[in-house]
């Protein structure tokens, strides 16, 4: 099992820049895929990113794309989500998620673990 803690939320305008942060419990975390998702008022979870056990290969949501970027310390059990070039249709919860099972796993129902997720709100 994990137990995963976002950190880093906040209030930033357009055109601004956060990272956020996902610390992980547990010895295993290098054997997790490690996802991003977030969740906007009246709307369904979406996939924002996404990054392999060796931290080589990723995935991104076509909207985020040259802006966001995702990274891992597998030493430290953290995953980052670099954003920058914000606008305001990025507001959202933003969720960590984890899963072991191999795949590409661009679904929400892919994961099994989930952080409590942290606010980003982008003001315009």
């Known amino acids: 099992q994990v137990q995963l803690v976002e950190s880093g939320g906040g209030l930033v305008q357009a055109g601004g820049s956060l990272r956020l942060s996902c610390a992980a419990s547990g010895r295993t975390f290098s054997t997790y895929i490690m996802g991003w998702f977030r969740q906007a008022p009246g709307k369904e979870r979406e996939f924002v990113a996404n990054?392999?056990?060796?931290?080589?290969?990723?995935n991104y949501a076509d909207s985020v794309k040259g802006r966001f970027t995702i990274s891992r310390d597998n030493a430290k059990n953290t995953v980052d989500l670099q954003m920058n070039s914000l606008k305001p249709e990025d507001t959202a919860v933003y969720y960590c998620a984890a899963d072991r099972t191999y795949g590409v796993k661009l679904g929400a129902f892919e994961y099994g673990y989930w952080g409590q997720g942290t606010q980003v709100t982008v003001s315009s």
């Open positions: 990054i392999d056990w060796s931290g080589r290969n990723t």
